[in-house]
């Protein structure tokens, strides 16, 4: 350090000195090459796929100006990623570089390791701060969507359920109770789910006589009431109703229930949950999830047909529009088997013109009295 001082001479009849003089420090160091990994800005959760920006900060804290390079390495996959040109820094100047990470099925799930250094100087007088290192958590992917079906892991019943084989189901088949006191009981678990708000959807086989108008689904503690007698009714993914949106904090399951407290018999079949944002993108596949499977015959419309009391004891529960042998035929669903309508299914008045109207053009074989 040196001290620097300026004095001016008195000049005639000048009464004050104290001002001639002033005084200043002046540190001289030596030249030095010095230059820091300061910081790694990246998101510290990811979901494994994902194509993440990596932003590195260099800080020149020498009195030369440099060109320099950063590398940044993963581990444990021991990865390299692509280094982005050189820049010139001058001293006291910071400047950033920006690397894209792009994950993928062989990127391991959990914990890694981003490691930036700056390329090392001839002569650099600090190289422990050339490297820096940050952890990133990489995630498992969930879809768009979670269906948990009555049998599926996740779906816990008590005693007291029937299984009901029907085509019109989801996978075929759904779980049926007699309306009573609410301790048969069914849940649907949604495990891992990431926090966020979600739509909660559900879809049924509809009975208009027997079921209950009031089935009572709960979501996340709130309990909605659902009417069997009808279809599931949803404008934004067909065949399945709308429950409730609901907000999950990440942490547990996000847990469906019915049971039977209701006036009637209640179907547990299959549970939806989509993450909200999502609504838009499960739209445009409906075409595969939504309508109910292994139906492969079915090819345009479904349409409800009330349940008929024949001299057999059988309900039809809905009617598909679909071909056979190269002319349009209407089939009936009922408890065990797909047919073709018969006189003996002794429609109520009326409800074969509904189909007829509500499948224009069907070319219903055979023709009901």
Do not use: C
């Not at 510290?44 to 940044?72: C, D, F, H, K, W």
């Not at 407290?261 to 179907?267: F, P, R």
């Not at 547990?268 to 075409?287: E, F, M, N, P, T």
Request: without cysteine; aromatic residues 6%; proline residues 5%.
């Amino acid at each position: 350090s040196f001290q620097l001082t300026a004095s001016a001479l008195a000049v005639t009849d000048e009464t004050d000195l104290a001002d001639n003089t002033a005084v200043t420090s002046v540190l001289v160091i030596e030249p030095t090459h010095d230059v820091a990994v300061t910081s790694i800005n990246v998101a510290p959760s990811i979901v494994r796929g994902e194509s993440v920006s990596v932003s590195v900060q260099v800080t020149n804290r020498g009195t030369y100006s440099e060109t320099v390079q950063v590398a940044l390495t993963e581990q444990p996959n021991n990865t390299s990623i692509a280094i982005p040109s050189a820049q010139t820094i001058a001293p006291g100047a910071t400047a950033t570089f920006v690397f894209t990470w792009t994950t993928g099925a062989s990127t391991s799930l959990g914990s890694h390791l981003l490691t930036a250094t700056v390329g090392t100087l001839s002569v650099d007088a600090n190289t422990a701060n050339n490297t820096l290192t940050t952890s990133v958590t990489v995630n498992d992917p969930l879809p768009l969507d979670l269906i948990i079906d009555d049998g599926d892991s996740g779906y816990v019943k008590t005693p007291g359920w029937s299984t009901i084989s029907n085509v019109a189901a989801y996978s075929s088949d759904y779980n049926s109770a007699g309306g009573g006191s609410g301790s048969v009981q069914a849940t649907w678990n949604f495990a891992g789910l990431p926090a966020g708000d979600y739509q909660v959807y559900a879809t049924w086989v509809s009975h208009p006589k027997k079921q209950a108008t009031n089935a009572p689904y709960s979501v996340s503690g709130s309990t909605v009431l659902v009417n069997q007698r009808l279809a599931p009714n949803g404008s934004q993914l067909p065949g399945w109703q709308l429950l409730t949106t609901t907000a999950f904090g990440g942490s547990g399951n996000l847990v469906v229930g019915l049971t039977n407290l209701a006036n009637g018999i209640v179907v547990a079949d299959a549970i939806r949950v989509v993450k909200v944002q999502s609504i838009a993108s499960v739209g445009q596949s409906l075409a595969a999830t939504s309508a109910p499977q292994n139906t492969s015959t079915v090819n345009t419309a479904t349409t409800p047909l009330a349940r008929q009391e024949g001299n057999k004891n059988f309900g039809v529960v809905d009617s598909y529009f679909t071909t056979l042998g190269g002319r349009n035929e209407v089939l009936m669903l009922d408890d065990s088997n797909v047919r073709r309508p018969s006189a003996s299914d002794k429609p109520l008045d009326g409800e074969w013109e509904q189909l007829q109207a509500a499948i224009p053009n069907a070319g219903l074989s055979p023709k009901l009295n």
